[in-house]
């Protein structure tokens, strides 16, 4: 299978004092196949949201390099990179709310992409963002109105449209349903699902619930503090996890069923996630991990493949 986006050491630092600087990435890589689904979990400021838009070019690289379709992208966009990239990678933003213009119509929101390329008539974008809220499951007399007069639910349909009506190859969905009610975010997955099936489409689906992760994806990577700790195929990872993180995070995870949820014995990982502030040598998880070991403290773990394609960070293994 053709690598169609990949990341090779990855990093993005804030500086926000003398001295002082936020690792949001440090060093990730990662091979991302074409049609294929990897599922990005972790904690909140693990990284995967910083990892996902540095991908995308919505934030300059610190270092490392991102190749799509074998070619080397910019460290920093510039305007005409927006332009010539746009159309093969995309971004599906969290939060339907703040990431929609409030002064815009869904037609202005939704063909806006098509109206920088410049390559199509008004009476074209018209029809397209017609079609397209059809295929996301809105009505083409939605386009006059403005996104205080939708639902959540259907704001983040508008959001899809907007960013699939340029029918990108790679599009990144940053925790696409995690603003969403329980029973809007099945009918919002099932969408990328079919949406994936009938463009082809290249997904990384960053999410907290592990559970819709392993459903959705082809395989699973888990980052902590910064850098990726487990990659494998995602039922491999849900399953058999290496990383004792990964395994803190599917135990944490709560069971459909409230019978079962009230008896299990709560396994959640203690402590907070550290500073990701001028990070210390050794492995990021040492100080909330049970299986800590001396050497854990000041020795940074390699990269070890423990099974078919399933990979780990952790000193437990090397």
């Keep these: 299978m053709n690598v169609l986006v990949e990341a090779k050491n990855l990093t993005k630092h804030f500086k926000i004092a003398k ?3 936020v690792h949001a990435c440090d060093g990730v890589s990662l091979k991302i196949h074409a049609k294929e689904i990897v599922g990005l979990v972790g904690e909140s400021g693990s990284g995967k949201t ?22 080397v992208l910019p460290q920093a966009y510039s305007a005409s990179d927006f332009r010539k990239y746009a159309k093969h990678m995309q971004l599906i933003f969290q939060d339907p ?16 992409g098509l109206r920088v390329q410049g390559k199509l008539s008004a009476n074209q974008i018209n029809e397209k963002v017609a079609d ?21 639910g259907q704001r983040q349909r508008i959001g899809i449209a907007r960013a699939l009506i340029v029918e990108p190859k790679f599009v990144v969905c940053d925790e696409p349903i995690s603003a969403l009610d329980v029973s809007v975010q099945a009918q ?17 689906f960053i999410a907290h619930d592990l559970s819709m992760v392993r459903y959705v994806s082809d395989r699973m990577a888990v980052m902590y503090l910064g850098s990726m700790v487990e990659l494998g ?11 004792p993180y990964t395994d803190f995070l599917i135990q944490s995870n709560p069971e459909p069923d ?3 949820e009230r008896q299990r014995t709560n396994k959640s990982i203690k402590g907070e996630i550290p500073s990701p502030i001028n990070v210390k040598p050794g492995c990021r998880f040492a100080g909330r991990c049970p299986k800590s070991m001396p050497h854990c403290q000041n020795e940074t773990p390699k990269w070890k493949e423990v099974g078919k394609d399933h990979f780990v960070a952790c000193h437990l293994y090397t």
Aim: glycine letters at 8%; hydrophobic letters at 35%; charged letters at 25%.
């Design 188 to 204: 919002v997955v099932n969408l990328l699902d079919e949406l994936k099936k009938s463009m082809g489409l290249t997904l990384l």
């Design 97 to 112: 709310y703040s990431s929609l213009n409030p002064r815009m119509t869904v037609k202005e929101i939704v063909g806006e």
């Design 258 to 260: 409230p019978k079962l």
């Design 50 to 71: 910083t990892f996902g838009r540095t991908v995308v070019g919505l934030w300059d690289k610190t270092d490392g390099e991102v190749f799509y379709d074998n070619q």
């Design 19 to 21: 001295g002082k600087i």
């Design 233 to 243: 195929p995602a039922n491999e990872v849900y399953f058999r996890p290496k990383h």
């Design 132 to 152: 397209w809220l059809r295929r996301v499951g809105l009505e083409p007399d939605h386009m006059s109105r403005y996104p205080h007069e939708f639902s959540g």
